[in-house]
């Protein structure tokens, strides 16, 4: 299972980045996803997942109507489209997946735990 997150950059508040998530040696179809970002110095944090059929996806707060996650699993793609960027946004971001589909889901907190799989990240800074 390899996970490779790529798209990542320098941007100024307010833009706009689609970041991918390029996935191989495994179903895409059959397992969870999820965004994760590491900011310097502070926790992993879970920023949103997406169930196997798209009947779940789950956005943090402080992303909620900025951040859109979706899945082409014709083409073993994960994205992460992100709005209206703000310096806080700034972040490695990895992309991960588990086959545990439930995982994504409200009674497992949909980010809580560690997803089995996580590819590299890629760095969004997100300043003027």
């Known amino acids: 299972v390899q996970l490779q997150a790529s798209g990542g950059g320098l941007v100024q508040p307010g833009d706009s980045l689609r970041l991918s998530c390029a996935a191989s040696g495994f179903n895409l179809d059959l397992y969870a996803i999820a965004w994760f970002r590491q900011a310097p110095g502070k926790e992993r944090e879970g920023v949103s997942c997406i169930s196997i059929s798209d009947s779940i996806t789950y956005y943090v707060d402080s992303v909620k109507g900025r951040f859109t996650i979706a899945r082409d699993n014709a083409k073993d793609m994960v994205y992460l489209q992100m709005n209206s960027l703000k310096p806080e946004d700034t972040a490695v971001y990895f992309c991960?997946?588990?086959?545990?589909?439930?995982?994504?889901?409200?009674?497992?907190?949909?980010?809580?735990?560690?997803?089995?799989?996580r590819g590299q990240g890629t760095l969004v800074t997100v300043s003027s």
């Open positions: 991960a997946a588990d086959p545990r589909t439930y995982l994504c889901s409200s009674d497992y907190g949909y980010v809580v735990y560690e997803y089995d799989y």
